[in-house]
């Protein structure tokens, strides 16, 4: 079932991409900068990296922001181990950091062909040049953000479970599966036993119908009625 965390993860948890939605922008917006070369250049993505890492050096609040980020991920990561933590944390964070810089970056490609590049460095344009490059950041991270963030951490939740063994918490609670249910009734006979008996619901009702009394709704029942099954035998103490 958890295969569905791998390509289903954005439609069984739509509210977690809002937090990527929010976080890619924001750190885009702290890392501005423009390349000085041709956009249809090979070494676009060379001067970029150059330039991300130049406004991490003179902007240290969107250090900051990495560190706190990359930080939450290690203290995220299902384990006992410290080194597990720091190693799984720190990849799954440096993901999303890969995607906020193609976004960003994206995003600034696309400022540049609404604008001009003959206009884009040009000072009497400046307030219309930031104008855009902002909306461009918070529509192609925003957009980006919401769907590739949701994909980085199902793949993620799907790599743990599956290969390492952890986050199954984590990993079934974001497929809101309703059907699987158990629990355990308890029986105290006269003669003092105690019978412990797990229970297993497979399939759960999706249609109730209400229980009226005095013309009035008390309560819901399954429609289809509740059919319980013994998961393994008794166990008698």
């Known amino acids: 079932m958890d295969w569905a965390n791998l390509y289903g993860f954005i439609f069984r948890s739509p509210t977690f991409g809002i937090l990527t939605a929010v976080l890619y922008p924001l750190l885009a917006l702290l890392i501005r900068g423009e390349v000085n070369v041709n956009v249809n250049d090979n070494s676009f993505w060379t001067e970029a990296a150059k330039v991300t890492v130049n406004r991490f050096i003179e902007e240290p609040l969107a ?65 219309y040049v930031n104008l855009v490059w902002f909306g461009c950041i918070l529509l192609v991270c925003g957009i980006g953000g919401y769907i590739v963030g949701s994909i980085i951490m199902g793949v993620y ?38 019978s412990i008996y797990p229970l297993k619901i497979e399939k759960v009702e999706r249609e109730w119908i209400p229980v009226e009394v005095d013309k009035k709704i008390v309560s819901y029942q399954p429609k289809g009625g509740i059919k319980p099954e013994l998961i393994e035998k008794p166990i008698i103490i």
């Open 63 to 127: 250090l900051i922001v990495v560190v706190l980020m990359l930080m939450g991920l290690v203290f995220f990561t299902d384990s006992n181990s410290t080194i597990y933590r720091r190693i799984a944390g720190t990849i799954h964070g440096l993901t999303h950091l890969g995607a906020i810089f193609v976004l960003g970056w994206l995003g600034y490609l696309l400022s540049v062909q609404i604008v001009g590049p003959e206009n884009y460095t040009n000072p009497a344009y400046l307030t």
């Open 157 to 194: 939740l799907f790599v743990s479970l599956h290969i390492f063994g952890r986050h199954d918490n984590e990993a079934f609670s974001a497929l809101k599966i309703e059907d699987y249910k158990n629990f355990v009734r308890l029986h105290i006979g006269k003669d003092g036993k105690l």
